[in-house]
T-cell receptor, first 116, second 118 residues
Framework: DTGVSQNPRHKITKRGQNVTFRCDPI?????LYWYRQTLGQGPEFLTY????????KSRLLSDRFSAERPKGSFSTLEIQRTEQGDSAMYLC??????????????FGSGTRLTVV | AQTVTQSQPEMSVQEAETVTLSCTYD???????LFWYKQPPSRQMILVIR??????QNATENRFSVNFQKAAKSFSLKISDSQLGDAAMYFC???????????????FGGGTRVLVKP
């Protein structure tokens, strides 16, 4: 068990470009979450998967955002036509089906996106 | 909608002393979980302590303890014998209980930065 892995750690992109982030959850966890954290703020929920099914999406997730979790393993989060307001840390977390184990959710180290 | 408020943007504590972080939340639910997470600079968020709303006894984990006041919707974190490694952002978080789809996400407060002075 190597924890939740996110790649890349940092991404700098020009406004208008598309970016894709990847999250590899803990292998036995069937629930996967994406959060966005802007500087000095708490994380905000974006979306969540149970296995390959995307069960909830926040209103924060505009049409430019899309997330997938093929085969219920890793997940990708794509942002199309990036805007400066998309600059943030994107966090991934995973949990077992109850999500309330002693260790709570396991978070990855995040992908920091900077749009210039 | 549930909201979580942390009114202290930053707290400073002398090494070996005690510091208390405040958190209030708003919910109409009766069954839920509350958490404190620690986020060191440039490192991943880790769970510090959690509390089930149906439990009256306050949770403790080594030097970390909570004061859970359900009626007041208050959930403070006390860090005793503060160590340099405790310096980090601390986030209070709420989650509805149950395994239903809408019940599992975490709602976070804005965070409190803890500075530990040697």
């Amino acid at each position: 068990d190597t924890g939740v892995s996110q790649n890349p750690r940092h991404k700098i992109t020009k406004r208008g470009q598309n970016v894709t982030f990847r999250c590899d959850p803990i292998s036995e966890h069937n629930r996967l979450y994406w959060y966005r954290q802007t500087l000095g703020q708490g994380p905000e929920f974006l979306t969540y998967f149970q296995n390959e099914a995307q069960l909830e999406k926040s209103r924060l997730l505009s049409d430019r955002f899309s997330a997938e979790r093929p085969k219920g393993s890793f997940s990708t989060l794509e942002i199309q036509r990036t805007e400066q307001g998309d600059s943030a840390m994107y966090l991934c977390a995973s949990s077992g089906i109850w999500g309330d184990s002693r260790y709570g959710y396991t978070f990855g180290s995040g992908t920091r996106l900077t749009v210039v | 909608a549930q909201t979580v408020t942390q009114s202290q943007p930053e707290m400073s504590v002398q090494e070996a002393e005690t510091v208390t972080l405040s958190c209030t939340y708003d919910t109409s639910e009766s069954d839920y979980y509350l958490f404190w997470y620690k986020q060191p600079p440039s490192r991943q968020m880790i769970l510090v302590i959690r509390q089930e709303a149906y439990k009256q006894q306050n949770a403790t984990e080594n030097r970390f303890s909570v004061n859970f006041q359900k009626a007041a919707k208050s959930f403070s974190l006390k860090i005793s014998d503060s160590q340099l490694g405790d310096a980090a952002m601390y986030f209070c978080a709420y989650r509805r209980a149950g395994a239903k789809a809408a019940g599992n996400k975490l709602t976070f407060g804005g965070g409190t930065r803890v500075l530990v002075k040697p």
